[in-house]
């Protein structure tokens, strides 16, 4: 059985970090895609950064663009997302995501159980 858990949520202050680490179990983790996306109260949720399964391209959305870095460390199944200069904005519930596809089709989809993330002073 394939679990993702996010963990390194928190309250923080305009301006700060926080790292969140999301660990795999039950997969290959090194075959993976791993995505982080984020859903705040009232919107859609909306993908923040991908990391391919060697790690060596990542993709972050433009909001985040500057600020946030995904990367993985296959050795310990382990993603992460160093988020810097937090804003109010990126107050939300943080997803774990992991893919692996086939051509165009997604064979398999996983999700993690969120950690949220509250940016306030």
């Known amino acids: 059985q394939v679990q993702l858990v996010e963990s390194g949520g928190g309250l923080v202050q305009p301006g700060g970090s926080l790292t969140l680490s999301c660990a795999a179990s039950?997969?290959?983790?090194?075959?993976?895609?791993m995505n982080w996306y984020r859903q705040a109260p009232g919107k859609e949720r909306e993908l923040v950064a991908s990391?391919?399964?060697?790690?060596?391209?990542?993709m972050d959305a433009d909001s985040v663009k500057g600020r946030f870095t995904i990367s993985r460390d296959n050795a310990k199944n382990t993603v992460y997302l160093q988020m810097n200069s937090l804003k109010p904005e990126d107050t939300a519930v943080y997803y774990c995501n992991a893919k692996l596809s086939r051509g165009a089709t997604i064979r398999y989809d996983y999700w993690g159980q969120g950690t949220q993330v509250t940016v306030s002073s």
């Open positions: 990391i391919t399964s060697s790690g060596g391209s990542t």
């Open positions: 039950g997969c290959t983790f090194s075959s993976y895609v």
